[in-house]
């Protein structure tokens, strides 16, 4: 694919999704970091909690962790129902272009 058209694809993608586009960043942002504080929690619960034998540590980490792990789970299943939908607008929209583009030729070609 050139580089031309990969642009007008990009532009394409933009132009008909723009706030789920933005949206989707949005979300993998989120992810991204609720993903990366995973392990400082799994760090804590086993230096403090298990190690330290601190109980009350050990279940305010786990619960944390868990919260994240939720959080992440969740945004994860939104951003894939979003890429979803995005990708099925793109699709449809790409096909009655096409669509378009035949029946015009098929005009010009009867007239």
């Given at each position: 694919?050139?580089?031309?058209?990969l642009?007008?694809?990009?532009?394409?993608?933009?132009?008909?999704?723009?706030?789920?586009?933005?949206?989707?960043?949005?979300?993998?942002f989120?992810?991204?970091?609720?993903?990366l504080?995973?392990?400082?929690f799994?760090?804590?619960?086993?230096d403090?909690?298990?190690?330290?034998?601190?109980?009350?540590?050990l279940?305010?980490?786990?619960?944390?962790?868990?919260?994240?792990?939720a959080?992440?789970?969740?945004?994860?299943?939104?951003l894939?129902y979003?890429?979803s939908?995005?990708?099925?607008?793109?699709?449809?929209?790409?096909?009655?272009?096409?669509?378009?583009?035949?029946?015009?030729?098929v005009?010009?070609v009867?007239?």
């Amino acid at each position: 694919m050139s580089k031309n058209n990969l642009n007008r694809f990009i532009s394409f993608v933009y132009k008909n999704n723009r706030k789920k586009f933005l949206l989707s960043i949005l979300l993998v942002f989120i992810v991204t970091i609720t993903d990366l504080v995973l392990p400082l929690f799994a760090k804590n619960i086993i230096d403090n909690g298990i190690i330290g034998k601190n109980i009350e540590g050990l279940f305010l980490f786990l619960s944390m962790f868990i919260i994240f792990s939720a959080v992440s789970i969740l945004v994860d299943i939104c951003l894939k129902y979003l890429y979803s939908f995005m990708r099925n607008n793109v699709g449809i929209k790409l096909r009655l272009r096409i669509l378009n583009h035949i029946i015009y030729l098929v005009v010009l070609v009867n007239i």
